[in-house]
């Protein structure tokens, strides 16, 4: 069975600053995919960013880009230039290859942008 | 805006009621599934459908039945909750169920079971 741990419940961070949230995630297969998906007050979950674990490359999305230290099990998401916008719950999801996968999520971190 | 609505937004009801939760895509999405919500824990996988066929139940309790009629509707009908099926549930929905496709969420439904 997969794992996905978030330690940090919440963390706060000042308007235009740069900030990591960290997840870390266990499993024993070799081809999966990695998500950040954002959950701002409106409750709708939004993906950020995707990440495949054969691609060695980080990935990019604007002012959003990924650490995946695959030997560590690592899949952080850093936030640059943070924006009052960006002020949400945010999810690290695991999901293997394969048929009959599933999405497994962590708890969540409540990220807070002060002005 | 994902194209994934919700209704109702939020419900109330006690554990002798029967209600129901809707979900509607028109994304042309194939997959839909939905997901419970609750404080301080992972989001939880309760079913998911493909071409309006269950391919996933999560041991959910009977008290909790799916309906799919069609590929754009998805139902989550509920009857003798208990005040721990409070929560957030999620619906969603992606063009198939593989594990890169990329899931479209609703706002929800904030149940609150007295």
């Known amino acids: 069975a997969q794992t996905v741990t978030q330690s940090q419940p919440e963390m706060s961070v000042q308007e235009a600053e740069t900030v990591t949230l960290s997840c870390t995630y266990d499993t024993s297969e070799n081809n999966y995919y990695l998500f950040w998906y954002k959950q701002p007050p409106s409750r709708q979950m939004i993906l950020v960013i995707r990440q495949e674990a054969y691609k060695q490359q980080n990935a990019t999305e604007n002012r959003f880009s990924v650490n995946f230290q695959k030997a560590a099990k690592s899949f952080s998401l850093k936030i640059s230039d943070s924006q009052l916008g960006d002020t949400a719950m945010y999810f690290c999801?695991?999901?293997?290859?394969?048929?009959?996968?599933?999405?497994?999520f962590g708890k969540g971190i409540t990220l807070s942008v002060r002005p | 805006e994902t194209g994934v609505t919700q209704t109702p937004r939020h419900l109330v009801m006690g554990m002798t009621n029967k209600k129901s939760l809707k979900c509607e895509q028109h994304l042309g999405h194939n997959a839909m599934y939905w997901y419970k919500q609750s404080a301080k824990k992972p989001l939880e996988l309760m079913f998911v459908?493909?071409?309006?066929?269950?391919?996933e139940n999560n041991s959910v309790p009977s008290r909790f039945s799916p309906e799919c009629p069609n590929s754009s509707h998805l139902f989550l009908h509920l009857h003798t909750l208990q005040p721990e099926d409070s929560a957030l549930y999620l619906c969603a929905s992606s063009l198939r169920q593989t594990s890169n496709e990329k899931l479209f969420f609703g706002s929800g439904t904030q149940l609150s079971v007295l």
């Open positions: 999801a695991f999901y293997p290859a394969g048929a009959n996968s599933k999405l497994t």
């Open positions: 459908y493909s071409l309006e066929e269950r391919v």
